[in-house]
């Protein structure tokens, strides 16, 4: 054999060997993942989301998907932000001096990123057809663009527990309301 030809197929079986490597690191590291979030982006029923549960605290939050990029504190209220993952969170403590405190209760959660799905299999990005393919009790878009996928009753009113919003036709938005609704 040509030693070019030899040569050229060591070097071709080594590469291939380092992205057969490449590739088995990373199944291994997201399948390790001490970050749970990592390999869940599934939002059950009007349960929880991503395994925060929707009657969850900061604290709680923090501790499953980290310290969030930015706190933004208003009164009696604090919004938490976790960009790479999609994630804006609001969260209350009426009456606390810091609003964004471990203790703060949960009242909505709104994912953005295409990796979310609800536990029926409806996506962000997802046309708005979906929508009645899923959730066949859901009713139209209100003028926000707004669907109610299941609701709760709160002060003797059904009040969304779990919306999708939708907007040029696609669902841009899913929102998980806490029990707490900032009161």
């Given at each position: 054999?040509?030693?070019?030809?030899?040569?050229?197929?060591?070097?071709?079986?080594?590469?291939?060997?380092?992205?057969?490597?490449?590739?088995?690191?990373?199944?291994?590291?997201?399948?390790?993942?001490?970050?749970?979030?990592?390999?869940?982006?599934?939002?059950?029923?009007?349960?929880?989301?991503?395994?925060?549960?929707?009657?969850?605290?900061?604290?709680?939050?923090?501790?499953?998907?980290?310290?969030?990029?930015?706190?933004l504190p208003s009164p009696n209220r604090c919004t938490l932000e976790w960009p790479a993952r999609g994630i804006k969170m609001d969260v209350s403590?009426?009456?606390?001096?810091?609003?964004?405190?471990?203790?703060?209760?949960?009242?909505?959660?709104?994912?953005?990123?295409?990796?979310?799905?609800?536990?029926?299999?409806?996506?962000?990005?997802?046309?708005?057809?979906?929508?009645?393919?899923?959730?066949?009790?859901?009713?139209?878009?209100?003028?926000?663009?707004?669907?109610?996928?299941?609701?709760?009753?709160?002060?003797?009113?059904?009040?969304?527990?779990?919306?999708?919003?939708?907007?040029?036709?696609?669902?841009?938005?899913?929102?998980?309301?806490?029990?707490?609704?900032?009161?």
């Amino acid at each position: 054999m040509n030693p070019r030809k030899r040569n050229l197929r060591i070097l071709g079986g080594a590469l291939a060997l380092v992205l057969v490597g490449i590739v088995a690191i990373r199944i291994v590291a997201a399948l390790t993942s001490d970050d749970p979030i990592e390999r869940s982006y599934l939002i059950v029923r009007d349960e929880s989301i991503g395994g925060f549960p929707r009657d969850g605290t900061t604290q709680a939050a923090i501790e499953l998907l980290g310290v969030p990029t930015a706190r933004l504190p208003s009164p009696n209220r604090c919004t938490l932000e976790w960009p790479a993952r999609g994630i804006k969170m609001d969260v209350s403590f009426p009456g606390a001096a810091n609003p964004c405190g471990p203790t703060g209760n949960h009242i909505s959660t709104t994912v953005t990123d295409k990796r979310w799905t609800t536990d029926n299999g409806l996506k962000v990005g997802d046309p708005a057809a979906r929508i009645q393919e899923l959730y066949p009790e859901a009713g139209s878009p209100d003028s926000d663009g707004i669907v109610q996928l299941f609701t709760r009753e709160a002060f003797g009113l059904p009040l969304p527990s779990l919306t999708a919003r939708v907007a040029k036709g696609r669902v841009v938005e899913l929102t998980l309301y806490g029990p707490h609704r900032g009161l």
